[in-house]
Structures are given as C-alpha cells and as structure tokens.
C-alpha cells in the first residue's frame, strides 16, 4: 500500500533527529504550511479516516518508533557533527514528488568539527601527562569514528524494526567507543566503580543510590549519590581513607553538595555527595618554568615602582630650581638636562628612597611569609635533614632528625604546595600585593581559611608595627629633621582609619599646614595597611574572597563580590586605586577556589569572627575621609587626592 505523506515525514524524523541533514520531504497537505514538532509527531494523519485499514496504522506505529529510536540513540552528537538543514520547497506537490525518488537522509561530518575536537582532545591530554601525540593521528581516528556512527544511523533510519534493533544495538557501541576516545584515559572505570561501592563507600558508611558520569563529561570522573550512615566528617575521612588505600594515588575524593536534591540531611547540615575523580584531573596544574620566569621579572618591576615610590616622596630633596622646572609640562625636554642638577650628587638621594622602598618589600615579604609559613610541608625540613644525616651517618644528627619528624607529626601544620609568588606593581602604593596559587589539594575549608589568612595577618602585623613607629617618631620623637618627608596634608583624607589616627596624634595644628613631615616608616607601613585592605575585600580567589568562600559558602561569596565590584566601580573603596586593583581583580582573580575537597563544611573555631573583623577594618581603611574646612576648600579646588 502506498504509504500517505505524513508517514514519509514521520520516518523521516524531520525535527527529531536535528543530527542529520535531510533531503526536501513531503508534508501532508492537510497541514498548510510548515508543520511543527507537535504536529508531525502527536497530530493524527488526516489523510486516512477513522477507519482506516489496519496494516497503514501498523505502518504508522513502526516508522513512528523508528523515528524515537533515532531521536534516543543519537542525542547529544549535535557537537560532534557539522549540521545544515536545507530548505524545504515551498510547493507541497513538488516535494512529494521530488521525495519519492531520492535519498531521505544525507550526512556529512564537517572536518573543522572534527579537527577542532581532535587538537582539544590532543591539548587535554598533553597537558594532563605530558605525553606527546601526532594530531593528524587523533584527527584520523575521531574522523573514522564519527563517520562510522553516521553511517550506522543512516542503515537505521532506512531499516524495518527487525533489521533496526540489531543497527541499533551497534550504533550505541560506536557511540560508546567515540565518548571512550574522549574520556581521559585515567577515566575512572566499571571495575572500579564497583569497588568503591562495595568496599569503599558500603552499607554502614554511605549507602550509594546512584552513580553516574559528572558534568563535565570529560573529566574522567563519577558523581556518587546517596544517604550517609554516619557524621558527614567520619563518613569523608573514612572515604578518603579507604580510596587511598585501595587505589593510592590514582583517584581524588571530594564532598560536593547533592546535585539533585536541595533538602536538608537528617543527620544535619545539606545532603551530600561524592565526586570521584582522575588524580591526573583533580589536582592543580603544575608549575612551569615560565611562571618563574614570570615571577622574577613581576619582583624586579615591583621593586622598581617601590623604588620609584621612595624616589618621589623625597623629591623635596633636589634642588628648588629643578622642582621648579619640572612642575611646568611645557619645560619637558629630554635632551635637556633640568636647571640645578649640574654637579649634583644623586647617591644621597637614590639613598634617601631606601627606608620606604625596604618598607614596602618587608610587608609584602611577611605576607607571602606568612602564606607559606602555614602551608610548609611538616616532612620538608626534616626528611631533608634526615636525608642528609644517614648519608654522614652521624647518631646524634639521626636523634634530633627523628625528633623533629614527632614535633612536626604533633603541630598541625598542612601539607599544601603553592606556586611562585607573582607580584603586582602599582606606582601610588609600590605594589598590589601577589598572585599566589595552589598548587595541590586543599583538604578542608579550614585549612583554605588559614592558610589564607595567614598572609594578610602577617602583612598587617608588619606594617602596623612601621605605622606606629613612624607616625611616634613624626609627632616628636628624637629624630633629625632631614629624615623627615614633607606629605601634603590632603592625603591623610585617603583612609577614614588610618587618617584619623595621624589626625589624632599629629594634631589639629599640625594637619593645618599644607604640608607635614613625616617619617619614611609611615608611607611604609600606610602602604602596607592599603594593599593588606585590599587584599582582604572579600571577591573572587583574592585572600578575603577564599576566607569568606571558606568561612561563608560559595552563596555568601557571590554577594559581598557583587558588593566589593560595586565599591571599587564607585571609587568608594581604595579612592584612585579604585579602578586600576577592580581592573586587576577582573583580570587574574576573580574565579573562585576549586580546589578544596571537602566543599561542605565551613570554617570553625571563631574564624568567621575573625574574618568579619578582618573585613570592616579593610573597608574602614579604603573608605575616604570625608572632607571639612580646609579640606572642602581643597576639593573644590581640584586638589583634593
């Protein structure tokens, strides 16, 4: 029986299966223009009455399921294949003329999908083991792998139910064997899965529901849902423990929030899950040698603008005339040497930049001190030392080696690796502080949040001690006048905090003037106080952004984010800083830290306290004095900084 023209459409597919491109297809007359998805595939036929014979209902039913088998087996390639659906005429008759003699289906694999998918596979995979690979060859495979599927899809849409399912049962082992090629190699397989169900995660620690692939399909990795049988802390370290065990280094655990279900656990706190990873995916990217390349030349250039930070404060130290000259921009000539520096010695005054260029550099070397200080490795000082002990064979060198190892057992300091420090210069404050990354697994958020805060508390701890010290010896103390640099008054009005403690000790008579002297010790440790306040806004991968994801939640995290943009947007928070840290905390720190396993449990012991302490003390030293008497005069003027 000659089939009616919606069931040459309906086997077709048109609109179920957007993976293959179609030859025009007829359409039912009844239909009056271009049918829909709803129409092609719930509408009846109107071609046939309610009568019909049996056998076109028969034939309907069929080339219908054929068309869900297509649909079902070849989700998800509409990445994998170059795809263009032609036009359909626009005269009904034609086409049904014009589809009873030709191909229903024809296919192509566009090569710069394919191609594009082979140097990114190529890429992950060189980079995850550095192994190196021909990438015409992978090029090559996919191409052939992909044309094979394509292939097997066309036979199933030209075939019975019959010939259809033993097409179909190949097509899902094609597929399965392409999602294989782009699975890493360290993919965590059934064998394995079966293990951790039953060895690992079991029936008194955490019962298992389901497993499936995570997200990021490409990972590798699995997503492990189910109920926890005990405390979620006993049940993470009872996991981690028996995969370390079980498969040593070859998978990373981490606890993440159930996808699926947003209802609290009955033992406390949001229902979890596992993430089970590749180690070879979890873990950070390693450090490369441009990074040290890198971190060099960003110290020399920080040192230089600290340099150069000195070098203007104690510009009253040259000559008045050269002064003079260089307040007029139309006196600029570089061919020119400036009026009053013929004879001039530059070394006293090179020197005079020292005590607020080596203030500058100690806050920010006690910072990054402090950083590493919590996450040195307790085996690094003594399996060295022991290393070195057996080698001379000294008795009593291997007695203190051993009690170092019990000490550094008992303190509990984290075994974390951090990459190069990559310092920010800034000309107004000598630098922005450091990009400093981890470079391994951070267990919990605990050890996120002091590591973090490690930093910031050594760099303030520093730098109050030079603002107390140099604001002393400015209000009176012992020393010679030529120490001292002249500041304009205006720019105490930069911190509300900071400005109103010098205002305090200075006196109202003194900040009358114009100008007051100070010593170099207090632009350091003012500096010092700006960049740590900085440093500590709670956004992005800064270490106030970590301490508050840690501390807080990732939820948390986003809105004081949301909030510190809008601070810095404004010229609310850091003044003329403002923009230049928002334009840098856009550009190399505004993603937050992934790498902790344990995402669930905050912070504890006080550190939120801590951190909400930490953070009004930043805001109360960016935010602005607010301007009176002279100071509005100054303003209007246009002088106020």
């Known amino acids: 029986m000659r089939p009616c023209h919606c069931q040459i459409l309906t086997s077709n597919g048109v609109g179920a299966t957007p993976l293959l491109r179609r030859r025009p297809v007829a359409r039912c007359t009844a239909f009056r223009g271009q049918p829909n998805k709803q129409q092609q595939r719930l509408a009846p036929c109107p071609c046939r009455s309610s009568a019909g014979d049996e056998s076109s209902t028969s034939s309907d039913k069929v080339a219908e399921k054929s068309s869900g088998k297509i649909a079902t087996t070849l989700a998800g390639l509409d990445a994998l294949l170059g795809i263009q659906e032609e036009k359909q005429d626009a005269d009904d008759h034609k086409a049904s003329d014009e589809a009873k003699g030709s191909d229903k289906l024809s296919v192509d694999v566009s090569p710069d999908v394919v191609k594009s998918i082979a140097q990114a596979d190529l890429s992950r995979r060189n980079a995850s083991n550095g192994k190196g690979k021909d990438s015409k060859d992978v090029e090559k495979q996919l191409s052939d792998q992909m044309t094979r599927i394509v292939d097997r899809a066309k036979q199933l849409a030209s075939q019975d139910t019959e010939q259809g399912k033993v097409t179909e049962q190949n097509l899902g082992k094609d597929f399965e064997t392409l999602l294989g090629m782009l699975r890493p190699e360290e993919s965590v397989n059934k064998d394995d899965i079966k293990i951790l169900k039953e060895q690992i995660f079991g029936p008194n620690v955490f019962w298992v529901t389901e497993t499936r692939a995570t997200d990021d399909f490409l990972n590798g990795g699995i997503v492990v849902r189910g109920n926890l049988r005990a405390p979620r802390d006993q049940v993470f370290e009872t996991v981690l423990k028996g995969v370390k065990q079980t498969f040593g280094e070859k998978y990373q655990v981490f606890l993440v929030p159930d996808p699926d279900s947003e209802e609290a656990d009955p033992k406390g706190g949001p229902r979890v899950a596992f993430q089970v990873l590749p180690n070879i995916v979890a873990q950070p990217k390693p450090i490369v040698r441009w990074q040290y390349a890198a971190a060099t030349a960003l110290f020399g250039l920080t040192l230089l603008s600290a340099t150069q930070l000195g070098l203007l404060a104690n510009v009253s130290k040259l000559p008045k005339e050269t002064i003079e000259w260089l307040a007029r921009p139309e006196n600029y000539d570089p061919d020119r040497t400036p009026p009053g520096l013929e004879g001039f010695d530059p070394v006293p005054f090179l020197l005079s930049s020292l005590p607020i260029t080596a203030s500058v550099m100690a806050t920010q070397f006690a910072h990054e001190l402090g950083h590493r200080v919590v996450a040195f490795r307790k085996k690094g000082i003594a399996g060295c030392s022991c290393a070195v002990a057996q080698a001379v064979g000294h008795q009593g060198l291997l007695q203190i080696c051993h009690a170092i190892e019990l000490i550094a057992e008992a303190l509990p300091v984290m075994q974390i690796k951090l990459g190069p420090s990559l310092f920010i210069p800034n000309s107004q404050i000598g630098t922005f502080g450091a990009v400093t990354q981890f470079k391994s697994l951070v267990r919990n958020n605990t050890d996120m949040f002091d590591v973090s805060f490690a930093g910031p508390a050594a760099a303030a701890a520093t730098s109050l001690v030079l603002f107390v010290v140099g604001l002393a010896w400015s209000a009176g ?59 500590s806004l709670p956004v992005g991968s800064l270490d106030g952004g970590k301490m508050t994801q840690a501390a807080y939640g990732q939820s948390a995290l986003a809105i004081t984010s949301f909030f510190t943009y809008v601070g810095l947007g404004l010229g609310f928070l850091g003044s003329s800083l403002a923009l230049p840290f928002g334009l840098y905390v856009l550009i190399c720190q505004r993603t937050t830290e992934k790498y902790v396993q344990d995402k669930i449990t905050p912070a504890a012991g006080g550190r939120q306290t801590a951190l909400a302490v930490l953070i009004i003390a930043s805001i109360l030293i960016l935010l602005p004095m607010l301007p009176s008497g002279t100071d509005a005069a100054a303003v209007n003027n246009g002088t106020f900084l």
């Open 477 to 535: 103390g012992d020393i010679p006048k030529e120490t001292l640099v002249p500041v304009p008054t205006q720019l105490f009005q930069g911190s509300l905090l900071l400005g109103s403690i010098a205002n305090t000790v200075l006196g109202e008579s003194a900040m009358r003037n114009a100008n007051v002297l100070i010593h170099p010790l207090l632009i350091g440790g003012w500096c010092g106080l700006v960049a740590t306040a900085l440093n």
